[in-house]
């Protein structure tokens, strides 16, 4: 006999497949599509005939996505509108689409995307262990960045999220702390980083697409091995932008061969373990990576010489404005030192003389 939990679960998996079929019948209404040879299920997807390395298994129309733009389009504009600045916080704008999503699921365009995704339940990030499971990651960058994660959503939803719910009941009404953590979550283990060509103009953006955040990863579907050296900078990429004749759309590309049954899986990005734990909740047993380091120096102190004058020099540089802790190294082993650290330093050492 089935405990009450199985019943439970059975009834979420039937609830999730059934919102995978709407969601993929209005992908495919907008101009999208899923493989003939492919099909999603079981949290992820799987081949239903040879596929073949470049095989395009989804395609989903950039206007079906969660993104900066589609918050502007939408009722959330009346936010915007108050508090314009929000515009320049990306992850806060999509955060705010999935709450919409949730709290509001007849009316929000935004709901039938945020049907499929994972509950906070079902998360295993190191943001919802218990204390005294995290103690056991003490001595590690996850340790020190899983307490960041934690302080910085307390402080967002105090000063932001939650201010903003009670003056906008009809938008993000009923939002709470732990709704608002795991709508984070979601963009942090989901997002897609990409660039957007339009109209000869490029845009960095972050953005979360349907239906393609559903493949796992797998190490070989970077096409070589983590362990190597030119891992970083060699490993093939799954997804891909485009924007042509057809129309502006991401696509999810298979780059191994697979057979009737096999799952298809996606290549998240040549990171090491500490960031699948970070942000995606899992590790690969025996995975070797490049030794890394990620160093960030700053000025810090107003009042050191050239201090204006560096700073503006930093955050207009290509090499320089943008420093994220991405778990790549911007010390690599064996001895590489990245681009964008050189440069930084060069002008943080530059002498009265240089900056003149």
Not at 123 to 142: F, N
Not at 182 to 196: D, K, P
Not at 327 to 338: A, W, Y
Request: glycine fraction near 6%.
């Amino acid at each position: 006999m089935a405990t009450a939990d199985e019943h439970e679960r059975t009834s979420s998996d039937e609830c999730r497949e059934h919102a995978i079929e709407v969601l993929l019948q209005s992908i495919v209404e907008a101009g999208g599509s899923l493989s003939d040879n492919c099909e999603i299920r079981n949290g992820g997807i799987f081949a239903k005939d040879e596929i073949d390395d470049g095989h395009v298994i989804l395609k989903v129309p950039f206007s079906q996505c969660i993104s900066k733009e589609s918050v502007q389009n939408s009722s959330l504009s009346r936010i915007l509108e108050e508090y314009p600045a929000l515009l320049d916080f990306e992850d806060e704008l999509l955060a705010m689409a999935l709450l919409h999503g949730k709290l509001f699921p007849s009316t929000s365009p935004w709901a039938k995307s945020v049907a499929v995704l994972p509950s906070q339940h079902e998360l295993d990030l190191p943001i919802y262990w218990s204390p005294e499971q995290v103690e056991y990651l003490k001595g590690t960058t996850v340790y020190h960045l899983t307490h960041q994660m934690k302080r910085q959503i307390q402080s967002d939803w105090t000063s932001l999220i939650e201010p903003l719910a009670t003056e906008f009941p009809t938008l993000l009404g009923g939002a709470t702390h732990d709704l608002y953590k795991w709508a984070l979550s979601m963009i942090y283990s989901r997002a897609v980083g990409f660039t957007r060509k339009q109209h000869e103009k490029e845009e960095k953006m972050h953005i979360l697409f349907p239906l393609i955040d559903m493949a796992n990863h797998a190490p070989a579907a970077a096409g070589i091995l983590p362990e190597d050296d030119r891992f970083f900078e060699e490993a093939r990429e799954t997804f891909s932008y485009r924007n042509g004749d057809e129309g502006e759309y991401m696509t999810l590309t298979s780059t191994l061969n697979r057979t009737a049954g096999q799952e298809v899986y996606s290549n998240y990005g040549t990171y090491s373990n500490s960031k699948f734990l970070f942000s995606y909740g899992f590790v690969i047993p025996g995975q070797q990576t490049p030794r890394t380091l990620d160093v960030w120096p700053s000025l810090g102190v107003q009042t050191i010489s050239g201090y204006e004058t560096k700073i503006g020099l930093i955050q207009s540089h290509v090499l320089t404005r943008e420093q994220t802790y991405d778990f790549k190294g911007s010390l690599r082993s064996p001895n590489f030192i990245s681009p964008s650290l050189l440069a930084q330093v060069r002008v943080l050492q530059a002498t009265p003389e240089e900056l003149r």
